[in-house]
């Protein structure tokens, strides 16, 4: 059989803990911070790859050597931890191939990607995505009735997890078996991750291939660990720092990113009065009222004390069939007295954007003239279309939409508006710096990240596979010698 370059090996413990897998979570906490941020980085640096590739048709060697440090580092977690539960042997914190740790990963040298696979590897993996998909999560057994139901996400890497843990815990013994079809999954996802980040231009075949050492022929000298290129530790930890510093620069680029583009859109569907409408909700009820309640607004004050074109809400109700429709806002203790007695719909959210409502205790019945009240802080009352403007005030208030008589029957489209101010500066000075930081982060990200892949990567990198298996070498035994 043919071997894959990406070379996936693991020998689990002859005699693990029944009960060290129920706090490996825990233990793990450091590794999936770690590898959070070296993920970060490989996305990155990938994207960097891509671009060398397609420009340039060849590969950064320091690229190439920090993403295989990735995978390889993933491959010892996930051995340890909950990807197969395999050793008890705390996994290294490094990017190096550990020669001694049971579970190991190579990327034999090859060919340089071709130009154009960059455009189309993320495409080409989708297949395999799928299929691997299924095998550890996609699926999800549902099980109630009637208004509680439960949904368990299930898969075969799970199901075989769960086997493996209780057979720990009651019986001390891994089953074999389990161990192989656990560590062939695994090699099926890191051979597609490899290939998707361009360690290896050979398409990932679709096959389980099971056990703890690649199939295929396996000389019988094993590979030793690669060389590294000597370097100060002061370069090193400057490496990690950048690296760190980047990631973490991505989060607030991201979020001033997002709030530039949101302010700029909101600015944009200004109107000239300064209001940023919604959509058109429509309403209806066969009582005398629909009411949106206990609508509280505080510090008002701060907002449109000093800000001339901030704190105007508009809502506009229009009736599908011209009927003179009212609309109005007031404190909610006032509502409350006012339709106290009188079934009317309260406003609660929306599904898929249709209203949902709560009616409220009374008799369906026509309410007492609408327009009539004193308490209205702003109101209005049109044949067919009604808009009420209003400069909103600290306190606790409801609005109304009802037939102008207060009859029962109210079928309105509602649409609301507020007023903001020119957002334009703000918007795009916010997606400004989200751009200067993200493209800090991204620097500081390849700079850290071939620093890495500088200190760990191999001293030829052009230069032929290394032959051989890379599980640990065997121990030597001395020769036994008979008593006299």
Not at 112 to 138: D, E, K, M, S
Not at 250 to 269: C, K, M, N, R, S
Not at 426 to 443: I, T
Request: glycine residues 12%; negative net charge.
């Amino acid at each position: 059989m043919d071997r894959y370059p990406v070379r996936v090996e693991a020998h689990p413990d002859e005699s693990p803990s029944r009960w060290l897998w129920l706090v490996k979570w825990l233990l793990l906490i450091p590794h999936y911070l770690a590898l959070l941020v070296l993920w970060t980085g490989l996305v990155v640096l990938t994207a960097v790859a891509y671009l060398a590739v397609l420009f340039t048709g060849r590969y950064p060697v320091s690229i190439r050597a920090y993403n295989t440090g990735v995978l390889r580092w993933t491959w010892r977690v996930g051995y340890y931890g909950y990807q197969a539960l395999g050793t008890d042997r705390y996994p290294p914190f490094t990017l190096a191939d550990d020669p001694g740790y049971p579970a190991r990963l190579h990327v034999d040298a090859g060919p340089q990607p071709p130009r154009w696979l960059p455009l189309l590897a993320w495409l080409f993996v989708i297949p395999h995505v799928i299929i691997l998909g299924a095998l550890t999560g996609a699926a999800t057994w549902s099980s109630g009735d009637g208004g509680a139901r439960t949904d368990v996400p299930i898969s075969v890497v799970g199901a075989a997890l769960l086997v493996v843990g209780l057979a720990l815990l009651f019986t001390g013994r891994y089953p074999g078996g389990l161990h192989d079809l656990l560590v062939g999954v695994a090699r099926w996802n890191l051979r597609v991750a490899a290939y998707l980040t361009l360690l290896t231009p050979r398409y990932p075949p679709f096959r389980l291939d099971q056990g703890g050492a690649e199939p295929g022929p396996s000389p019988g000298d094993p590979h030793p660990a690669s060389p590294l290129r000597p370097a100060r530790t002061a370069t090193v930890a400057g490496a990690v720092a950048a690296l760190v510093a980047g990631v973490l620069l991505l989060a607030p680029a991201a979020g001033l990113g997002t709030g530039g583009v949101v302010l700029l859109a909101l600015d944009a569907g200004r109107d000239s009065a300064g209001y940023v409408s919604s959509p058109a909700l429509q309403l209806t009820s066969t009582t005398a009222a629909i009411t949106a309640e206990n609508l509280t607004i505080a510090d008002a004050d701060l907002w449109t004390r000093d800000v001339a074109d901030v704190g105007g809400l508009r809502v506009t109700a229009t009736s599908p069939t011209s009927k003179t429709v009212f609309v109005g806002i007031a404190p909610q203790a006032a509502v409350d007295a006012w339709l106290a007695g009188t079934a009317h719909d309260e406003l609660t959210g929306l599904t898929n954007g249709t209203a949902d409502y709560s009616r409220a205790v009374g008799s369906v019945r026509a309410a007492a003239d609408p327009a009539a009240q004193p308490f209205w802080r702003a109101s209005a009352t049109g044949p067919g279309d009604a808009t009420l403007q209003w400069r909103v005030e600290s306190g606790e208030y409801a609005v109304v939409v009802a037939n102008a008589d207060g009859s029962p029957g109210v079928s309105a489209d509602v649409r609301g508006a507020v007023q903001v101010p020119e957002l334009t500066a703000l918007g795009g000075g916010l997606l400004a710096a989200g751009v200067v930081l993200g493209l800090l982060g991204v620097g500081l990200i390849v700079l850290g990240g071939v620093g890495l892949g500088r200190r760990h990567s191999e001293p030829s990198p052009d230069g032929p596979p290394p032959a051989g298996p890379i599980g640990p070498a065997p121990e030597h035994v001395p020769p036994m010698t008979g008593g006299s």
